[in-house]
């Protein structure tokens, strides 16, 4: 196996091996109980949570091009790197939209309107800007924009 294949993937592909979990037209069912449908919602979140808690804090940075001598299987290896950073990028951002929502009492919507102001107005990837909104709702010492910490008329 790779190096990238961690236990906790090992333990789950053998449950799923041994039809501990099974997928379902209408969700997930663990072992002979009811079916689960956030069972993959929670699992995400428990590798989000994991990989928080074992933390490398630094910040992972997006793959460039493929070189133009690379080779298909190169190319094609660089292309899936690219589209995983994506996705995590994706998910950072939605979370700090939940963390904005909840905080500020406000829709998803106005929440990512105005993570999007913000970094735009400071020159920021949005995805950046969204790690740290993150990193605020464990880390009080995490300093934000106003416009993302403090409600607007609650001055």
Known sequence: MGDDVSSHDIAVADAVDAGVVRRTPTGWRVGDGH???????????????????????????????????????????????????????????????GVLAERHTMPPREAFERLRSSARSRGRKVADLARDVVESSTSPLTVLPDELSVSPGSN
């Open 35 to 97: 079916e689960l449908p956030d069972l993959v919602s929670a699992m995400v979140l428990a590798d989000l949570l994991t990989a928080e808690a074992g933390g490398d804090r630094r910040r992972p940075q997006a793959p460039g091009r493929a070189p133009e001598d690379a080779s298909e299987v190169e190319r094609l290896r660089h292309t899936v790197a690219q589209l995983e950073h994506a996705l995590h990028s994706r998910v950072v951002v939605e979370q700090a939209i």
